[in-house]
């Protein structure tokens, strides 16, 4: 089974609107954490925003924040007041445990198109 | 700071031939990763190391070997290229197992 699913297609958004990116993860550990990271057309991968299985708080990071259902294995990120620069592919990944052997595994990504 | 560096941008091999990739980190950071990215697929682990002098292998080892001489560079080796290793890479480094990873900029390889 995958750790980290994110099956919208593509996505679509209009400039100054919000919109969320879906992702689910799977996972047996009590100890683990969500990261969303963005890949613009010019490839660099940007950290965005990181969420904790124990914060009990959603995490918010300026126009950015985590919208973290832990009984439905959920991480979604929802983009506030959508930008023409947040047009990218957007990478939702998963650590288990911790330590050493802690590691990233990585969803296949979504494309986000904001129109102006 | 640069953070992560990575050398070359570019690289076009014919199969067979070997090349090593250099990661340069300056953020004093214990760990450090190389990936591959594919269409499709995402990121995948192909080694990583959790300090100087450490190497261990990921989700996608083979046809790879990997060098932490020094803290701040890891070093990916091809032996002998295949068309399955065109690909890009990306090298990340992190202080400490399981926080944020920051990327270099890739490097986009082909083998032909």
Avoid at chain 1, 23 to 48: A, N, R, V
Avoid at chain 1, 99 to 105: M, P, V
Avoid at chain 2, 102 to 108: A, K, V
Wanted: charge should be neutral.
């Amino acid at each position: 089974a995958q750790k980290i699913t994110q099956t919208q297609p593509g996505m679509f958004v209009q400039e100054k609107e919000a919109v969320t990116l879906d992702c689910t993860y799977d996972t047996s550990d009590q100890s683990y954490g969500l990261f969303w990271y963005k890949q613009p057309s010019s490839g660099e991968m940007i950290f965005l925003i990181y969420q904790g299985s124990y914060d009990e708080q959603n995490a918010t990071e300026g126009r950015y924040s985590l919208n973290f259902q832990k009984a439905r294995k959920s991480a979604n990120l929802v983009i506030s007041a959508s930008q023409l620069g947040d047009s990218a592919m957007y990478f939702c990944a998963m650590r288990e445990g911790a330590g050493a052997n802690s590691k990233l595994t990585f969803g296949k990504g979504i494309t986000l198109s904001v129109r102006p | 700071n640069a953070g992560v560096t990575q050398t070359p941008k570019f690289r076009v091999l014919k199969t067979g031939q070997s090349m090593t990739l250099l990661c340069a980190q300056d953020m004093n950071h214990e760990y450090m990763y190389w990936y591959r990215q594919d269409p499709g697929m995402g990121l995948r682990l192909i080694h990583y190391s959790v300090g100087e002098g450490t190497t261990a292998k990921g989700e996608v080892p083979d046809g790879y070997n990997v060098s932490r001489l020094k803290k701040q560079n890891f070093l990916l080796g091809l032996e002998s290229a295949a068309p399955s290793q065109t690909s890009v890479y990306f090298c990340a480094s992190s202080y400490f197992g399981g926080l944020e990873q920051y990327f270099g900029p890739g490097t986009r390889l082909t083998v032909t």
